[in-house]
């Protein structure tokens, strides 16, 4: 496409990215939520199968503001990105596309700033 540039996310931000769309230990999570709210405040969503986790934004906005603040978090231009969804109660998420429900979730406004330890602590208290 004549005008664009095509910018790909670092490697690290898509690793960070991929536990919201897969399980992962909590750990990893715990890193993504944490560098998701290094500079704004943000609604995040937290799910726990077993023992394992995943994250997303989440949004009262619908689809077009969480494609936006993926695409942010991400570092690239919205148009660039297609960002599969869904409704959980009143909020929109970042959609993982399996049968099973979670065994325990919850969306946590986590402050712009909260170190890792707090986000582990904020997330383990779900259950």
Avoid: N
């Avoid at 095509?6 to 991929?18: D, H, K, N, S």
């Avoid at 290094?38 to 934004?57: A, H, K, M, N, P």
């Avoid at 009143?90 to 712009?112: F, M, Y």
């Amino acid at each position: 496409m004549a005008g664009y540039q095509v910018v790909a996310p670092t490697e690290e931000r898509r690793a960070l990215f991929r536990s919201s769309v897969e399980l992962r230990p909590l750990d990893e999570v715990v890193d993504a939520v944490a560098d998701a709210v290094t500079s704004v405040d943000r609604s995040i969503y937290i799910e726990r199968r077993g023992d394992l986790w995943r994250w997303s934004f989440a949004t009262r906005g619908g689809p077009y503001p969480l494609l936006r603040l993926v695409s942010a978090f991400l570092g690239i231009a919205h148009h660039w990105v297609v960002v599969s969804s869904t409704a959980v109660a009143e909020w929109c998420v970042v959609a993982k596309h399996d049968v099973c429900q979670p065994h325990a979730w919850a969306v946590l406004s986590v402050q712009a700033g909260t170190p890792a330890q707090v986000v582990q602590t904020m997330i383990l208290d779900l259950g």
